[in-house]
Antibody, heavy 121, light 108 residues
Framework: QVQLQESGPGLVKPSETLSLTCTVSGGSISSDDYNWSWIRQRPGKGLEWIGYIFKSGSSYYNPSLKSRVIISGDTSKNQFSLKLSSVTAADTAVYYC?????????????WGQGTLVTVSS | DIQMTQSPSSLSASMGDRVTISCRASQSISNYLNWYQHKPGRAPKLLIYAASTLHGGVPSRFSGSGSGTDFTLTISSLQPEDFATYYCQQSYSSPPYTFGQGTKLEIK
């Protein structure tokens, strides 16, 4: 059974960088043919895909966030991370990590339970 | 980006009821449509992919239908554990894959 767990600060100051980590168990980010994704839900809004990293280390981002996002992987810890720079209150959201099914199916078959990040001074 | 519109945004129903949730895409997405169930504080769960295929372990009271731009999620007989928020999501073409705004299913 694949499990994902987000971790990181729950409070970030405006203009700073939001950093979150997703720890994966029951599957390998380096050998499995999946995309490892970040998705967020801002208050009162729908779910928004942020981006993903593939086992090769290549990544792909939502064009609306691309200039501020970096997703990276640490295969030794079986973790992948999100960095979102220059945050504002509009980046306050619950952030989820998720696995996208094989071959870039666009189907998210396993998710973490999410972590709330508030941007405030 | 492809826009996904769900209706209704909220729904009250009783145990044993049959409920239907609709999802409309702003352009044809063939059958590249997924449904998720989400309870507060929990990880979202994949229910249905490719419009009508049940994900492993999902009870058979859940079903999905549709193609092109119009899709439906049906729960044939509501159980207590089904009260949650449901999201549709398109996985057509390339990212960003977009989600509907959600339908909150509440107990009447």
């Amino acid at each position: 059974q694949v499990q994902l767990q987000e971790s990181g600060p729950g409070l970030v100051k405006p203009s700073e960088t939001l950093s979150l980590t997703c720890t994966v168990s029951g599957g390998s980010i380096s050998s499995d043919d999946y995309n490892w994704s970040w998705i967020r839900q801002r208050p009162g809004k729908g779910l928004e895909w942020i981006g993903y990293i593939f086992k090769s280390g290549s990544s792909y981002y939502n064009p609306s966030l691309k200039s501020r996002v970096i997703i990276s992987g640490d295969t030794s810890k079986n973790q992948f991370s999100l960095k979102l720079s220059s945050v504002t209150a509009a980046d306050t959201a619950v952030y989820y990590c998720a696995r996208e099914g094989p071959g870039g199916s666009g189907t998210y078959d396993y998710w973490g339970q999410g972590t709330l990040v508030t941007v405030s001074s | 980006d492809i826009q996904m519109t769900q209706s209704p945004s909220s729904l009250s129903a009783s145990m044993g009821d049959r409920v239907t949730i609709s999802c409309r895409a702003s352009q044809s997405i063939s059958n590249y449509l997924n449904w998720y169930q989400h309870k507060p504080g929990r990880a979202p769960k994949l229910l249905i992919y490719a419009a009508s295929t049940l994900h492993g372990g999902v009870p058979s009271r859940f079903s999905g239908s549709g193609s092109g731009t119009d899709f439906t999620l049906t729960i044939s007989s509501l159980q207590p554990e089904d009260f949650a928020t449901y999201y549709c999501q398109q996985s057509y073409s390339s990212p960003p894959y977009t989600f509907g705004q959600g339908t909150k299913l509440e107990i009447k």
